[in-house]
T-cell receptor, first 115, second 114 residues
Framework: AQSVTQLGSHVSVSEGALVLLRCNYSSSVPPYLFWYVQYPNQGLQLLLK??????LVKGINGFEAEFKKSETSFHLTKPSAHMSDAAEYFC?????????????FGKGTLLTVNP | DAGITQSPRHKVTETGTPVTLRCHQT?????MYWYRQDPGHGLRLIHY???????DKGEVSDGYSVSRSKTEDFLLTLESATSSQTSVYFC?????????????FGPGTRLTVT
């Protein structure tokens, strides 16, 4: 069964600092991976996705993530945090086989940005 | 933004009462999903649909039923609401094609069972 582990339920950074949100996956077949962002009282919004075309994936709002098969990781980064990045972030995985319509989500990481 | 609406957006109900939440899409997507979101648990899949009248259970389906009589509507029913079903419920949609089925989410329904 697939699973996703997000290390750190809460990450706090200063405005302008590097953002690093960690995601490790467990999948028996090559995965597709996603990062979603959720702002307060809203639904989830797709930030970026990995589909095996390129290991470094660029998303919206200056975020990017790198797929590392050897580390089974798909960490999310942004060089310089902005106050508007404060939100909860979810990593999700599906397999590249026949049942890739179902996502398995991590428990989420709440990002706080301090002025 | 994907055309997904959920109704109601907020609801307070009493234990033992049946409750129906509605998800409506204007994207004509094949797949529709119901999740619940609880602190410390992330999103957990309740039920999903892969076509009209075609539904299946997710990981937390006990106490919930669904129906899909039209492509655009997916209903979630709590047959007899309990306090443990107090949660935020999200609907999502996705479509077939090449590559992964990224899901698009509605705004959510906050349900409180007293």
């Amino acid at each position: 069964a697939q699973s996703v582990t997000q290390l750190g339920s809460h990450v706090s950074v200063s405005e302008g600092a590097l953002v690093l949100l960690r995601c490790n996956y467990s999948s028996s077949v090559p995965p597709y991976l996603f990062w979603y962002v959720q702002y307060p009282n809203q639904g989830l919004q797709l930030l970026l996705k990995y589909t095996s075309a390129a290991t470094l994936v660029k998303g919206i709002n200056g975020f990017e993530a790198e797929f590392k098969k050897s580390e089974t990781s798909f960490h999310l980064t942004k060089p310089s945090a902005h106050m508007s990045d404060a939100a909860e972030y979810f990593c999700a995985v599906t397999n590249s086989g026949g049942s890739n319509y179902k996502l398995t989500f991590g428990k989420g990481t709440l990002l706080t940005v301090n002025p | 933004d994907a055309g997904i609406t959920q109704s109601p957006r907020h609801k307070v109900t009493e234990t033992g009462t049946p409750v129906t939440l509605r998800c409506h899409q204007t994207e004509n997507h094949r797949y529709m999903y119901w999740y619940r979101q609880d602190p410390g648990h992330g999103l957990r899949l309740i039920h999903y649909s892969y076509g009209v009248k075609d539904t299946d259970k997710g990981e937390v389906s006990d106490g919930y039923s669904v129906s899909r009589s039209k492509t655009e509507d997916f209903l979630l029913t709590l047959e007899s609401a309990t306090s443990s079903q107090t949660s935020v419920y999200f609907c999502a949609i996705s479509e077939t094609g090449t590559g992964p089925y990224e899901q698009y989410f509605g705004p959510g329904t906050r349900l409180t069972v007293t």
